[in-house]
Structure formats: structure tokens, C-alpha cells
């Protein structure tokens, strides 16, 4: 019987930063159990590992707070992929990802993906809100058949409209626009060529953890982008099919998956 502490090593590693109450354990949380759940602030960092069909993707959720902001750049280390979350009420949550994170991202790949993430798009976008709803559909219903709506709604009290959502929406800060021109920015840091790279309108989401508005289509899109390095990787791990999870225990400190959301 294999040790418990002996794994399937990662084929390749996606790192989410940013600054606190973002939403970056929420994301991760929806894609990986389907659920939101309230959380508290990650210390230090968690690793969590999802198998996207053949394949072993780590996936590292990092602390977004200042005291912990030195672990980015040796969890960044080794990332072929990197996303860059913001909380789209709040500009300057952005701004932070300029100031103090991109920097991290230097011990990444030369040909790391960055994805830029507006999270918590439910509180300014109507579509984002109902997104819940309209993607998860009852079990005695064909998702391939017009749904019509019930003339007796159970309970009497209707489902809130559009119309009364985007009373209830908040002011959103930061636009798709503006984090498409920090997307350029990126590349410019890095010195790549914004010709040759991926597109803005392509690498820039807005989310929501708290309804899963595009959370699927983001880590999706990621892992299908990433899959030349996933089989480079593979290929150069073959001699070495298992890690031993004591390594990421050591690094970090402790493991844990508590963090805001």
C-alpha cells in the first residue's frame, strides 16, 4: 500500500494572487467543491491539486494580507499560469495588483499565462446574479429544453426580476476596459510582444465565487491553454511520478484552506 503522504506529482502550477477579502479561496472553493461557503483569511497559503483529465493541475491559493507578501514570489516560482484577482467594487484592489503583486510573478515560467479576474461581479452585474439559478438546473428538467416559466410560483413570492436586482447592484469601480489595460501593462513588464500574445479581451474575466458567473469557463480556458506546458511537463516528470507532499508542508509552513472570500 502506498505511503498517505505520497501523491501524484503536479503536471503543472496555477497560482491566484491578490489582496484581501477578494474572493481568491471563494473562486477556488467553487470550482473545486461546487459550493461558496463563508471563509476566513489565508495564512500563508493552501495547495490544493485538481485532476483535469489526465492530468494533475496544483493549484496554490495564496494570503492576500501584507504580512505574508514575501511567500508570493517562492509560491509563484515554477507557475505556468497566474491569475491576478481584483474585486470589482474596489479600485483599488487593482491598483494593489500593479504595486505589490506583479513583481511576485518573476519567478514564474517565461511563457507563464496571466489571467486578470474581476471578482464579485454578482454585486454590479444583474447576469452575474441570476447566473446560480440559470445554471443549475433541477434534476426532472432537460437542460436542452426551453424552461417556461411556472404560472403558480412556489413560494407566492415571485423570483426577483432584472429590474429589481439592479436596484439592489452596487457601483462597480473597476471596468473591463481598465483591466484589459492592465493586462497590456503586464506585458509590457515582461517584456513580451502584445502581438504575439494571447489577446486582453481573451485573458480578462469578471466573476463571481458567490454565484459561479464564468468561474468554469476561467479555470477552463486556463487548463486548455496551458496544455503544451502540461505535456512538456509530464514528459519531464515521467521518472518521477509522485511528490511528497512533507516538500509543500516545509515551504509553506503549514497547509491550511482557510481565506477570505
Known amino acids: 500500500m502506498p505511503e498517505l503522504s505520497k ?3 503536479p503536471d503543472v502550477k496555477v497560482v491566484i494572487l491578490g489582496d484581501m477579502h477578494v474572493g481568491k479561496t471563494s473562486l477556488l472553493h467553487r470550482y473545486t467543491e461546487r459550493k461558496f461557503a463563508d471563509t476566513v483569511s489565508t495564512v500563508g497559503g493552501a495547495f490544493f491539486l485538481k485532476q483535469w483529465g489526465p ?4 493549484i496554490w491559493d495564496t494570503a492576500g494580507r501584507e504580512q505574508f507578501h514575501g511567500l508570493g514570489s517562492m509560491y509563484c516560482r515554477g507557475a505556468s499560469a497566474v491569475i491576478l484577482t481584483y474585486d470589482v467594487t474596489n479600485w483599488q484592489s487593482l491598483a494593489e495588483l500593479e504595486e505589490r ?15 486578470i479576474v474581476g471578482n464579485k461581479a454578482d454585486l454590479t452585474d444583474p447576469k452575474a446574479q441570476l447566473a446560480e439559478a440559470s445554471e443549475d438546473p433541477g434534476d426532472d428538467e432537460d437542460p436542452t429544453e426551453p424552461q417556461v416559466p411556472s404560472a403558480c410560483p412556489t413560494p407566492p413570492a415571485s423570483p426577483a426580476t432584472p429590474t429589481s436586482l439592479s436596484s439592489l447592484m452596487v457601483h462597480k469601480q473597476v471596468s473591463h476596459e481598465e483591466a484589459m489595460a492592465f493586462y497590456g501593462r503586464i506585458l509590457r513588464y ?9 489577446p486582453a479581451d481573451q485573458m480578462c474575466f469578471e466573476t463571481s465565487a458567490k454565484t459561479g458567473f464564468n468561474v468554469d469557463i476561467l479555470f477552463e480556458t486556463l487548463f486548455d491553454l496551458m496544455l503544451p506546458s ?7 516528470n515521467q521518472g518521477s511520478p509522485t511528490v511528497d507532499l512533507g516538500d509543500y508542508r516545509g515551504a509553506s509552513g503549514k497547509r491550511t484552506k482557510t481565506s477570505c472570500c
Open 190 to 198: 515582461k517584456g513580451l510582444d502584445e502581438q504575439s500574445s494571447l
Open 55 to 58: 492530468y494533475n493541475i496544483s
Open 101 to 115: 503583486f506583479l513583481s511576485l510573478t518573476d519567478t514564474a515560467n517565461h511563457d507563464c499565462i496571466y489571467a
Open 7 to 9: 501523491m501524484r506529482k
Open 230 to 236: 502540461i505535456l512538456r511537463n509530464k514528459n519531464e
